[in-house]
């Protein structure tokens, strides 16, 4: 069952109201915020790692109206729970939490917005889930994020030396800050972020306690992912998605700032890949989180995209074909 709280508030960038919304998963609820109209064509908001689905905040209300923007906050991120103790946070379990989601919401075919981190679990989902996505929007994403196989075993041995070692640290208080000091070093830990930006995502990644506020993530998720995938894997899985995608990367993006040396091979055959499959990819002006910094410059193409391969398109609804 849905629960959507009763605090419904007008975002400042646009007339378009947002819900809150609430999932129940075994450890807790997955939290998030809804916008659109209730029988819009479903489209779900994935943002990146240790951000939230404030994310959106600023893009969802310039991409068509005609759609219903599901965004959600990621286990251990902004107000959704924190996964169990003992248990990691891996893209396989962040597609599980996916398909516990639309379940939940009866979405038997979406479409998928992902930023970074929510990029690759949005590709992993289409991958092995093909048949339910409609469409997938990659924003400074390749949807994949591929490891040098000869350092899989260092990699993975460190996200459990990590996770163990961290087990074994007495609990220790969370640090207090003022919201000004909060802000501070969110801004220093993301160049890319503007202040206005990095208010969009404090709104949801802060806990009021005495004193002034903590951060609302969990610590684990700055650890390993101790679960891997070579280029060779990724290739295999990139051809398995059936859904359209639009690839949109910033020209001061993930590539830039995030990616090793020995990545940029990754990204460009991942890239070929989607290309083979005549499948989109735009570059526009911006930093890794140009979809909040500059939703102006990322809601053209998106709502191109939305409106030529969702919105246009004849689906069945109770045996005729209904045009939307």
């Known amino acids: 069952m849905i629960r959507i709280l009763k605090n419904v508030r007008k975002l400042s960038t646009a007339p378009m109201t947002a819900k809150e919304l609430s999932v129940p998963v075994p450890w807790g609820e997955i ?18 790692w240790a951000d939230n689905c404030g994310s959106f905040n600023a893009l969802i209300p310039l991409l068509p109206k005609e759609c219903r923007y599901v965004a959600v906050d990621l286990a251990g991120h902004g107000r959704s729970s924190h996964r ?3 248990v990691f946070y891996a893209f396989p379990s962040y597609v599980a939490d996916v398909q516990r989601v639309v379940d939940t919401l009866r979405w038997r075919r979406f479409s998928i917005l992902g930023h970074s981190m929510g990029g690759n679990i949005a590709g992993m989902f289409s991958a092995l889930f093909p048949e339910m996505v409609e469409a997938c929007v990659l924003l400074d994403s390749y949807g994949f994020l591929p490891t040098d196989p000869k350092q899989l075993s260092k990699i993975m041995r460190r996200g459990m030396d990590d996770m163990l070692q961290f087990e074994k640290k007495p609990e220790k208080s969370e640090r207090v800050y003022t919201y000004e000091k909060a802000l501070e070093r969110l801004l220093a830990a993301n160049p890319s972020l503007s202040e206005t930006s990095a208010c969009h995502l404090l709104e949801r990644g802060l806990l009021q306690v005495e004193g002034g506020v903590v ?13 891997r995938i070579t280029l060779e894997q990724s290739l295999e899985l990139l051809s398995r998605i059936e859904a359209a995608v ?50 102006e410059s990322v809601a053209p193409p998106v709502s191109e995209f939305l409106r030529a391969k969702v919105l246009s398109s004849t689906v069945k609804a109770d045996g005729l074909a209904t045009k939307l």
């Open 246 to 295: 639009l690839v949109v990367l910033a020209d001061e993006g993930f590539e830039k700032m995030f990616a090793e040396p020995d990545q940029k091979k990754f990204t460009s055959e991942l890239l070929q890949g989607y290309r083979r499959k005549n499948h989109s990819v735009v570059k526009v002006p911006g930093g890794h989180h140009v979809h909040l910094t500059n939703p």
């Open 215 to 227: 951060f609302s993530r969990d610590f684990r998720i700055n650890l390993k992912n101790v679960a």
């Open 31 to 48: 939290r998030g915020k809804v916008w659109g109209p209730d029988h819009g064509r479903p489209v779900l908001c994935l943002h990146g």
């Open 84 to 86: 169990p103790p003992g």
